[in-house]
């Protein structure tokens, strides 16, 4: 038989409870059990509960780098929560599987976040890859064949990790860049288009990016009726009442479209010239 070695509680594998209370704020509790890291706090009149589950975790992921995931998580969570969290009836306890087995790098179900334990040993500034699957959690469950094209549920959430980035982008905007019109030529693969409707004209009334996920989410619209939703989601601001085509054309058009994002090579121009994250404070 074979049979694997035990695994020491995750107390005596470097996670340190006081490694969490030193960066978290002070309302999110922290307790260890023998192979979980569960963690609350009420922010902004909603409790988020949150546990690392280290059951399979074999030490691949550094102790220092799941304290910067928690820290994540406490910082993007509930903001995505408070801006769409209401319209998707989406999940407030959320539990990230650090796991040594399955897909290589990440993916969402439900409430849960499976991390291969290996992808940050690769990549170890790719932190942001768990505020996308966080916005799939938000999300709770887009169905593909309800949207123009079911690409729409990738699209959004990597609009999230760009627009919620971890402490403004610090890792993410160093290794992932959000694409150009150039190799996202149309609104079905694009992501930087809804990042650029969301800039120009959202208002503080009328959140076009809120109305775009609440119109996903619902349902209302199947494929062949979309040009209803777009006219739905734009509805009260500056492009009511234009075609999907005239306002990808103007975004496909601006500056906005081309200016790369990438902090490797120096500051990003996009973000030089845009406060492209200030609706996602
Ligand atoms: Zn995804």
Redesign the pocket.
């Known amino acids: 038989m074979n049979t694997p070695a035990p695994i020491l509680p995750i107390a005596e594998r470097g996670i340190v409870k006081e490694d969490f209370d030193a960066v978290l704020a002070p309302e999110i509790t922290t307790a260890l059990t023998e192979n979980e890291v569960k963690q609350k706090g009420t922010i902004g009149g909603v409790e988020y509960k949150l546990t690392i589950r280290l059951t399979r975790w074999t030490g691949r992921t550094t102790p220092a780098q799941i304290v910067i995931l928690s820290r994540l998580f406490w910082q993007v969570y509930p903001k995505m929560y408070s801006r769409f969290g209401a319209a998707g009836q989406s999940p407030t306890t959320i539990t990230l599987d650090i796991e040594n087995r399955g897909y290589g790098i990440a993916?969402?179900a439900g409430r849960l976040v499976h991390l291969h334990d290996g992808w940050l040993e690769r990549c170890p500034e790719d932190f942001d890859c768990i505020t996308?699957?966080l916005?799939?959690a938000i999300q709770n469950g887009w169905n593909g064949q309800m949207l123009e094209f079911d690409g729409f549920?990738?699209r959004f959430?990597?609009a999230c990790r760009y627009l919620y980035a971890f402490n403004g982008g610090e890792y993410n905007d160093k290794g992932w860049r959000m694409q150009t019109v150039e190799s996202e030529p149309t609104r079905e693969d694009s992501v930087r288009f809804l990042v650029w409707f969301d800039y120009f004209y959202s208002t503080k009334e009328n959140d076009l990016l809120l109305n775009y996920f609440r119109v996903c989410h619902d349902e209302k619209y199947p494929k062949e009726r979309w040009s209803e939703a777009w006219a739905e989601i734009f509805k009260g601001s500056a492009l009511e009442g234009r075609s999907i085509d005239d306002i990808f054309a103007e975004y496909a058009a601006s500056e906005f479209a081309t200016l790369r994002t990438g902090t490797r090579r120096g500051p990003a121009p996009l973000l030089e010239k845009y406060d492209v994250r200030k609706n996602a404070r």
């Open positions: 993916w969402n996308h699957e916005a799939h549920i990738e959430a990597d």
